[in-house]
């Protein structure tokens, strides 16, 4: 079945410092990414489409100078988190499309900001 | 029992019993819904999915029934098993492409033995 990965699984970071995310599809293409985030006990929250070769788009309320997504390939988005801090916290998730009805997640990357 | 905690309500039910977990769905354009499962610390496990123009889809002990008169999914698991344990979303692709899906709330199935 298709693939995705994240890397990395967990990282921690000083607050203020800037941590990036990748996701990658590993067996398949994927012209569009979907970025969640998920803090504890609650559901996926969608964060922003990334398209490859084009500029991500946010959902309401999420701060895309925050949050810099870039689609360089078809088998890699990246999430940048910048100047961190403990409200971001939180489980990010990839998902990659396949096709218009499969839609392929990764495994997470646990973020936890000192 | 059912019960209702502060983010996500648990079902708890014995090993060997059938398990009903319900979504409601929030867009009645909705053309297409999905079930996950999410076991801690992972990311979701596609279980089974239904398209807006079928009322009932079966799996391998999987049953996902849609009402779409009063925009409610539900998940049937059948003699439910220790590994069913973890916490289920339903999901709907809304509007505007991309295959964009809207989360639910999510339900913890807790199996007993």
């Known amino acids: 079945g298709a693939v995705v990965s994240q890397h990395p699984s967990r990282v921690i970071c000083k607050s203020g410092t800037s941590v990036k995310i990748e996701c990658r599809s590993l067996d398949f293409q994927a012209t569009t990414m979907f970025w969640y985030r998920q803090f504890p006990k609650q559901s996926l929250m969608l964060m922003a489409t990334?398209?490859?070769?084009?500029?991500?788009?946010?959902e309401q309320g999420v701060e895309k100078d925050k949050f810099l997504i870039n689609h360089a390939s078809l088998t890699l988005s990246t999430l940048t988190v910048t100047s961190a801090h403990p409200e971001d916290s939180s489980f990010y998730i990839c998902?990659?499309?396949?096709?218009?009805?499969?839609?392929?997640f990764g495994p997470g990357t646990r973020l936890t900001v000192l | 029992g059912e019960s209702v905690g502060l983010h996500l309500p648990t079902l708890s039910v014995q090993e060997g019993d059938n398990s009903i977990i319900n979504c409601a769905y929030s867009n009645s354009a909705s053309d297409y819904f999905i079930w996950y499962k999410q076991e801690s610390g992972k990311g979701p496990q596609f279980i089974i999915d239904i398209r807006s123009n079928m009322d009932k889809r079966q799996g391998q002990r999987v049953t996902v029934l849609l009402n779409k008169t009063v925009k409610h999914l539900s998940l049937q698991i059948a003699a439910t098993q220790p590994g069913d344990s973890a916490v289920y979303f339903c999901?709907?692709?809304?509007?505007?492409?991309?295959?964009?899906?809207?989360f639910g709330a999510g339900t913890r199935l807790a199996v007993h033995p």
């Open positions: 998902s990659a499309t396949l096709s218009y009805n499969e839609q392929f």
């Open positions: 999901a709907e692709r809304g509007s505007g492409g991309y295959n964009k899906l809207i």
């Open positions: 990334s398209n490859e070769g084009s500029k991500a788009t946010y």
